[in-house]
C-alpha cells in the first residue's frame, strides 16, 4: 500500500522575520529560516521547520510535526500529530504543544 501524501503542493516559507498568514490547504508547510511568524490556517498534512526562533500556530495538523534547530515554538489547535523534535535530540530548546482551540 502506497504511504498517504497530502492532496495538494505544500508550501514553503523561506525568510527572515516574515510575518504570514497562509491557508495549509492540506497540504504540508515547510518553514526554514528565522524569527519568521507563520498563522497556518485550515488544515496541514504536516509542518517542517527548520532554523531558528520560528514561531508556527496552526489550526489543524493531521500527521506530523518536525522541528529542526533550536528555540522553535509550534502550537497546533487540533489533530493527533506525530511529533518529532529533532533539535531536542541533539540539546537544542524548542516548544511544540497542543493549544486550545
Known amino acids: 500500500m502506497p504511504a498517504a501524501h497530502a492532496k495538494n503542493g505544500d508550501t514553503h516559507v523561506t525568510g527572515q522575520g516574515l510575518v504570514q498568514t497562509l491557508d495549509c490547504n492540506e497540504s504540508t508547510l515547510f518553514v526554514t529560516g528565522t524569527s519568521n511568524t507563520i498563522n497556518a490556517l485550515g488544515s496541514c498534512w504536516a509542518v517542517t521547520v527548520q532554523g531558528s526562533s520560528n514561531v508556527v ?3 489543524n495538523v493531521v500527521d506530523n510535526i518536525i522541528v529542526y534547530g533550536s528555540n522553535q ?14 533539535g531536542r535530540e541533539l540539546g537544542m530548546t ?5 493549544v486550545p482551540a
Not at 515554538?73 to 529533532?86: A, I
Open 57 to 59: 500556530v496552526a489550526d
Open 73 to 86: 515554538t509550534v502550537f497546533y489547535k487540533n489533530g493527533d500529530p506525530v511529533v518529532w523534535d529533532r
Open 94 to 98: 524548542n516548544r511544540i504543544d497542543r
